[in-house]
């Protein structure tokens, strides 16, 4: 990156569209979890179909996303963020208008197509422009912004009851329509970036070396620890908390739609504002590993919680939302400068590779594992199966973070014995 940085009020402008862009995309992805149970009493649906909603989002990345990554490492944030963002838009509406599985599960694959790409652009909007100036804090306002999607969406059967008394179909309408709001949002963020990167005050990508795949054999054990701790985390969080945790609020602990889906909410809620928080905590103290540990680790407590103890749901409501608002706020800024920053998108990218394939293999795993267990809300302990698959893979996520640790003070002790 260029020495001379864009004035921090248009870096600050960036960010707030780049924000926009994040909150509607977040939104349109967990717009599937409030509506599951309507989807499958007014269409059919079984808990496999369900999960194949969110399943197929993250298919086509396991092959795309890393091409993906070098597209904005070549092709810059802003180019990519616009595109990508149409094609959220088109999928988003695709579910929403389509009149059966197959449509909805197109336009979910299509959204996925988008998606991840966007995430990764937006991420590299966010390095280019607060980059040596608070990154670790200007991300985690990113994602909080992105993370009052997550709660609107959980919220909306409160927010928009109305919609939901129609059926199925209203919700995933007003989802559309918020996809719609966040390609503005990326158009006005690819319009005002066009000063600065003609100025030459950001990466214009056209200076990156040919991408070579030996070069991954490059990145460091750190990386590749924080690789499999990205897996394995997001493939519990996204899949529990996204797909299934609505219904088994509704089913297990006997939650009307409304109070599941606000209780399911204040996870997100809190990563609003704990978010922002961790990042600026991990700017001062630069203990990446250690926050990323305690993190990984309140996951499979929280679980352990929600499966075996009559506790309030309030007590691994608010464990989880401490993990969901900690590890995305250290492990993003972490990548950063764990790889050099010609390589920052192709590293993001392969990381979403494999986080995809899990993510998609974990909604799989945990439809069939519920619809073989007979779950409902006439047999609640046939989600027993699912809730020991999410525990036993976020331990394992706690133990790669673990290895993390080690890792870095292992790296951080070889410096100082080479200066």
């Keep these: 990156m260029s020495a001379v940085q864009p004035p921090r009020a248009t870096a600050w402008i960036v960010g707030l569209l780049v924000a926009i862009s994040l909150f509607g995309n977040f939104y349109v992805y967990d717009s599937i979890g409030p509506v599951a149970d309507l989807l499958q009493q007014q269409r059919g649906f079984a808990d496999t179909q369900i999960a194949l909603l969110n399943a197929i989002y993250s298919l086509p990345n396991v092959v795309l996303i890393l091409v993906g990554g070098v597209l904005v490492d070549r092709f810059g944030a802003a180019r990519m963020t616009l595109i990508t963002a149409g094609i959220c838009a088109l999928g988003a509406a695709l579910t929403a208008f389509s009149p059966d599985f197959a449509g909805m599960a197109a336009g979910r694959l299509l959204f996925g197509i988008g998606a991840e790409t966007f995430n990764i652009a937006t991420l590299a909007a966010v390095a280019d422009y607060f980059g040596g100036r608070s990154l670790a804090l200007a991300m985690g306002v990113e994602l909080a912004v992105g993370r009052m999607g997550s709660y609107g969406a959980d919220m909306s059967p409160t927010w928009f009851a109305a919609a939901y008394a129609q059926g199925w179909q209203p919700p995933l309408v007003i989802a559309a329509a918020i996809a719609a709001l966040a390609f503005a949002a990326a158009l006005a963020y690819w319009w005002v970036d066009r000063g600065p990167r003609r100025a030459g005050l950001l990466p214009t990508g056209k200076s990156a070396e040919q991408f070579a795949w030996r070069d991954l054999l490059h990145f460091g054990r750190a990386y590749w620890y924080l690789l499999a701790l990205c897996v394995l985390w997001y493939s519990v969080i996204l899949a529990f ?141 046939g989600y027993d199966a699912m809730m020991w698959f999410f525990g036993l893979t976020s331990v394992a996520g706690f133990v790669f973070s673990l290895l993390l640790w080690w890792a870095a003070g292992r790296r951080r002790h070889e410096v100082r014995g080479a200066a």
């Design 241 to 381: 908390r996204s797909t299934f945790s609505i219904k088994y609020f509704q089913h297990a602990h006997g939650l009307d739609l409304a109070a599941a889906g606000e209780m399911n909410s204040y996870v997100f809620l809190a990563a609003v504002f704990a978010t922002p928080v961790f990042g600026w905590m991990c700017d001062r103290l630069r203990r990446y590993a250690p926050f990323l540990a305690f993190g990984a680790l309140l996951l499979p407590v929280a679980l352990a919680v929600l499966a075996l103890t009559d506790w309030s749901l309030w007590v691994p409501t608010a464990l989880i939302g401490i993990s969901y608002s900690l590890v995305p706020a250290v492990m993003w800024p972490l990548t950063s400068k764990l790889v050099a920053p010609h390589r920052f998108g192709t590293a993001i990218g392969l990381m979403w590779v494999v986080q995809n394939a899990g993510i998609s293999g974990a909604n799989m795993a945990a439809g069939w594992l519920n619809d073989q267990a007979g779950a409902g809300a006439a047999n609640p302990a």
